[in-house]
């Protein structure tokens, strides 16, 4: 093994002296993997990008989004997050940074200028970096942040697809062995294999493909909550009201504060080995700070940023309430009234019929409407307009959510025996431990029974 490289041993990270290592962190959501609610666009990342490069043409495209990963974290990112105590990211990306659906196992040197870029400015300042599969090919998921625009996550279905990772992470493996300052490789996020057994399957195969390359990088398998390693919360955090849609943002915003700190008191408490609160930077939805209102790419969208609001294309930090009566209710019980009990449920399980229809016509076919009159906007921009755009997602653009940096400088340098914790941990009243955290399918309940 890397001397120097973090290993685990049961339920902690361990650094090269054997010494405990918490990572306490948050994510860099919206950056190489764009997502709608994260950078205020309907839809999907690769069909807004197909959108800009219609209207932009290759090269004021390519300009572009070379200079939105630039400015997106720089130096200054991380000096903040130092001086809040965190000591990881989580970097999310999606597969098409680094490999085309044409060419496929043809991997793209240029998709890691920005990656490599991130990773160095992390090691400089001491800040560890999980690298995370966010959106693979043929979607993980049958949501929006895997890049998945039609809700079938193809990728269990079609072992080219699972091959294609595979290949990916080794060559990224390869990349970064050795490297001390990455903590690990999330390899495949957040999966929904309807069938469960197929995940399994697929770390079968790809654990070794990695360690024939990496030996020493911890794998950061998602799904596992049976075996005695490390818990790592790679996303969790509030959504936040805002004060020109909720009269009652603050009352609300402190209740969500307010539930937060009882959550990182628990994970405090519990020295869990790492956490990383979702997102670090977006447009004053959940991060840590959020975009000005007086930047050029907000004084450009708004308009279609309001729109989307209105119509509740996103499927996460939407309101709905209004599209309720008269359109939505009616089309729910209609929904209900036709299918039998017994056949109203559907992969994802957790999910209520009513989800599966709105996401389904507002999430997917709304959202594709709205996707050619977003990137309209863009028509006719200069490179100075299109680099004072993406410049709007800088450090300096941003404004800091004091109140929250505020919680996580308490608890990002917190110790479990620490004395502000006495008296304040929640101890639950049942035993939790083997239970999982999603609705399990209907045959499960009933082998359970």
């Not at 949501?143 to 290949?167: E, L, M, S």
């Amino acid at each position: 093994m890397s001397s120097e490289i973090l290993k685990t041993q049961g339920t902690q990270i361990l650094d090269a002296k054997g010494n405990v290592v918490l990572l306490r962190g948050t994510t860099l959501g919206g950056w190489m993997l764009m997502e709608n609610f994260i950078n205020g666009f309907p839809g999907r990342e690769s069909q807004i990008r197909k959108a800009l490069l219609n209207v932009l043409g290759v090269e004021k495209y390519e300009y572009f989004f070379d200079r939105f990963l630039e400015y997106f974290f720089t130096e200054k990112d991380a000096e903040f997050l130092v001086s809040l105590g965190i000591n990881s990211l989580h970097l999310p990306f999606n597969y098409r940074h680094f490999e085309d659906d044409m060419a496929p196992f043809e991997i793209k040197e240029q998709g890691f200028k920005h990656l490599d870029r991130v990773i160095d400015i992390c090691a400089k300042h001491k800040i560890y970096v999980i690298l995370d599969l966010h959106a693979a090919p043929g979607g993980q998921s049958q949501d929006w942040h895997c890049d998945n625009p039609t809700g079938y996550a193809a990728f269990w279905d079609h072992k080219h697809f699972q091959d294609r990772v595979i290949n990916l992470w080794r060559v990224i493996a390869g990349r970064y062995r050795g490297n001390p300052w990455v903590a690990g490789y999330n390899p495949l996020n957040e999966p929904a294999d309807e069938e469960w057994v197929r995940l399994l399957s697929f770390y079968d195969r790809l654990a070794p493909a990695i360690r024939e390359v990496d030996p020493d990088h911890i794998l950061f398998l998602e799904g596992n909550t049976k075996n005695n390693v490390p818990i790592w919360n790679g996303e969790f955090g509030p959504i936040y009201e805002k004060e020109e849609t909720n009269p009652d943002w603050e009352v609300h915003n402190q209740e969500r504060y307010s539930m937060l700190e009882k959550q990182l008191e628990i994970y405090t408490a519990d020295s869990i080995a790492a956490w990383s609160i979702w997102t670090y930077k977006d447009l004053n939805t959940m991060g840590l700070v959020h975009m000005q209102s007086n930047t050029p790419w907000i004084k450009l969208l708004d308009p279609i940023i309001k729109k989307k609001r209105q119509l509740a294309v996103d499927s996460w930090a939407y309101d709905d309430a209004h599209l309720q009566e008269g359109l939505f209710g009616p089309l729910h019980k209609w929904f209900e009234d036709n299918v039998p009990p017994q056949y109203g449920k559907k992969y994802p399980w957790q999910w209520r019929m009513n989800m599966h229809v709105f996401r389904g016509i507002r999430g997917i076919t709304m959202a594709e409407y709205m996707i050619p009159e977003w990137a309209d906007y863009f028509r006719d921009k200069s490179f100075e307009e299109l680099d004072a755009l993406a410049a709007s997602w800088k450090f300096e653009n941003c404004m800091i959510r004091d109140e929250l940096n505020t919680k996580l400088k308490l608890y990002s340098t917190m110790q479990s025996d620490d004395k502000r914790l006495v008296g304040k941990v929640i101890v639950p009243s049942v035993d939790l431990t083997t239970e999982g955290v999603f609705e399990l399918s209907p045959e499960e309940k009933e082998r359970k029974k």
